[in-house]
């Protein structure tokens, strides 16, 4: 069509719009205008209140606090402070079974209402009131938790009016998760039991993520069935609440899948555990652990412990058989702890013989409250010795009548042994020679030492004096379990542990590890008590006994494998007891629980092996010094080089006796003329002693004729051949294989060892002919000096230059 035809007059015009139809498009575009609005204004209205701010539902609520043992199995459910049980389990952590049969029995259109069902409001009405049946509410899973949250009497209309508007504002405000999740912690459960997870834990003992359909619709049915009756005897559940589950099941099975092998344990009777059945196991650890939370203002919910609960029995029954064993004797209490020294964790703790014993005083934690250790704290005085290069093990001790100023203190026997080892008077618990060493320390003394192990509530040190050494002091049992583990840990000391999430302590260094292992080593070879083995062919026991003044506390401590335990017996109203004595008392139930534990437990000896820095030497038993060829007495003894004292034994001497008159043969005497015999040399005090115990020893002969005894003759004294007289070293420490020093000498025939030293240091000792090489740690003069073994000796100056 061209352009013209389109413009020509006679062409038809087109129509004009109409009105009716402008007008209806308008009314269109305004009632979807208003819908939008409305819409939009219903939409802001729901969700818009959940954008800003809200409390958590969990808000004003109180909750128990759930104690677990290790392996995770409940040991205790406090009640909330309104008397109530009430834990709070997340909606992830509640199974589906619960959820699905919740809803179907409480709420099935939870999901599609605003917070009330106006159809479940009339019937409820109608059922109620015109038809004057059994009373129904026919409120929604969301009144209901309005009603529980806010406490509402909802039998009034003013009541049941607010119970709905709460409901709709609550549904505004939270999500269908947060709401389901709340009632599931609100909701009664039988008695004082709120929440489905506390239910759990009560009536099946296990967390509600693990429990199984059977046991998941019988709680589904507890909100509204709360008297729940249990039979004391059998603990199976009441017919009323068995018939409630199974009609449950009847329209959960209608509505959901379920296993026919699962399905037909609905027609069995189940168990639940009553409220009166609940375990109250380490009464005083948890009551510890309350009062620790009060005080540093937390409030946990779960408190994991590291008590395990095998051992935690173990220990309470030991316990309960030795104190009725030993009643007749007055004996009514005992405590005990056991410590995993790998990672300090208390794994057993009984804190009286009985907690609800009030004739006892039961609920007092005697593992907390201070106590006179009498000996069980010596093994401690002779490791600061050995560190402090005073003692070595078999060094020997006066044990004799000793005045340390004005305080003369005595044996637990009255008696006295004489001259004995280091060894000996540890196991033997002897008095003198500890309080001897304890007088002898010196940075640190026994009462720094104390001090540093972090030992609560001590006086002055001139509070305690030497007494110190003999229990002077009081300490706890756990302390005392703090100290046994620091020679199990090579003399780190660490805290315990009573929280499975509290971190292990880096520690912090008391003792060497060498002392440690020495000590260990020192109590394994303790004496038998009552036929009792203080060791094992399996595996050693390190132990030690302590009794305190009076006769008021009988204690055992020690080691077993990598557990430090202790045992204190004795009461809590401090009434003293002869029949209270460490080694009678407490040491028949430590190795009571000893054995216990071997048997349930693979087990570490903590001094299964010698640090490399000590060494084994030979010495003569009667001085504790390096053996002579005429040493009668010999053994050997654990060796700090450059720590433990060392020197060669004077106790035994040859005498040369003129055969014609049995006189020391003096100075000049031809010595074809006599006879030489061996003589033990002791101190005045000790030689009586010896008499004074029957046990006299061969007076040394007169010597007082001569002007100059006989000198032993035969024999050259050892002659060093390295290092050379004078020398000077210079090693280059980039040179490893090149830093050590030499050390030989030329020696009789009749020799079989030697001894070096370097200064007073001990290097160690030699057979005739052989080399020993010494790695100096400093630049400076040295004097290199070596002994045989009849006392003959030569020495070497030499420098040594370290050059990087």
Known sequence: MSANSQNSPNSPKPPKPSKNGASLKRRVIAIAS??????????????????????????????????????????????????????????????????????????????????????????G??????????????????????????????KTIGGKIEQIARAVWLEMRYSKSEILEAYLNYAPYGRNIEGAGTASLIYFDKPLNELAPTQTLALAVLPQSPSVRIDKNTSYAGEKLFLARKELFAAYREKFEIDDKEAALFDLPFKLRRIEDLPFRVPHLIESLAKEDYLAGRSPRIVKTTIESDLQTLIETQIKNHIRQNAALGVDNAAAVLVDTRDMSVVA?????????????????????????????????????????????????KDMPTAFGVYEPENFDGGFMGPISARQALTASRNIPAVYLANRLSEPDFYDFLKSANIGKMASREHYGLALALGGGEVTPLEVAKLYAILANGGILREVRTRADQPLEEGKRLLSREASFIVLDMLSSAPKI???????????????????????????????????????????????????????????????????????????????AAPPAIKRVEVCLSSGDLATAWCKRRGKSWFIPGVSPIK????????????????????????????????????????????????????PPDMRHCAEPLSFVGGEPPAISSP?????????????????????????????????FVGDEFIGAAKRGEILSWEPARSGRFTVRVIDDRGRSDMRELKVLLIE
């Not at 509640?94 to 106006?118: C, K, M, V, W």
């Not at 090149?738 to 030329?746: G, K, L, N």
Request: charged share 20%; with cysteine.
């Open 34 to 123: 208003d819908a939008a609005a409305l819409i939009a204004i219903a939409l802001a209205i729901i969700y818009l209140p959940r954008v800003f701010p809200k409390d958590s539902l969990q808000e004003g609520l109180l909750f128990s606090v759930v104690y677990y043992d290790k392996e995770g199995d409940l040991m205790r459910l406090t009640l909330a402070k309104d008397d109530r049980f009430r834990v709070w389990t997340p909606l992830d952590q509640t199974p589906q079974s619960l959820i699905d049969a919740t809803l179907l029995r409480e709420d099935r259109y939870f999901y599609y209402h605003l917070g009330f069902n106006p159809f479940s409001l009339i019937r």
């Open 349 to 397: 703790a009984a804190g009286s013989a009985d907690y609800f014993n009030d004739a006892i005083y039961g609920q007092i934690d005697g593992l907390r409250i201070k106590r006179s250790p009498g000996s069980a704290l010596k093994p401690f005085i002779y490791a600061l010795a050995i560190d402090q290069g005073i003692i070595h093990p078999q060094s020997v001790l």
């Open 648 to 699: 060669v034994d004077t106790v035994y001497r040859p005498v040369w006796i003129n055969r014609a008159n049995g006189k020391p043969l003096c100075a000049g005497e031809d010595i074809a003329n006599g006879k030489m015999e061996i003589y033990e040399f002791y101190a005045s005090d000790i030689m009586d002693l010896f008499r004074k115990a029957g046990l006299p020893k061969r007076e």
């Open 530 to 608: 009552d036929g009792i083995p203080a060791e094992s062919d399996a595996l050693p026991i390190y132990w030690k006994t302590g009794t305190s003044r009076a006769f008021r506390d009988a204690w055992c401590a020690g080691l077993i494998g990598h557990y430090a335990l202790v045992i204190w017996v004795g009461s809590f109203d401090n009434r003293p007891n002869p029949a209270l004595v460490g080694a009678s008392r407490a040491a028949p139930l430590f190795f009571t629980i000893a054995r216990s534990v071997r048997h349930s437990r693979t087990l570490i000896d903590p001094a299964r």
């Open 724 to 756: 050379l007289k004078n020398a000077n070293y210079a090693i280059r420490l980039s040179k490893p294989n090149e830093r050590q020093v030499v050390f030989s000498a030329a020696s009789d025939a009749q020799t079989q060892n030697l001894y070096w």
């Open 125 to 154: 009405a109608w059922v109620t009131y015109v038809k004057q049946g059994d009373r129904q509410g026919g409120s929604t899973l969301t009144m209901q938790l309005v009603r529980m949250r806010y406490k509402l009497n909802t």
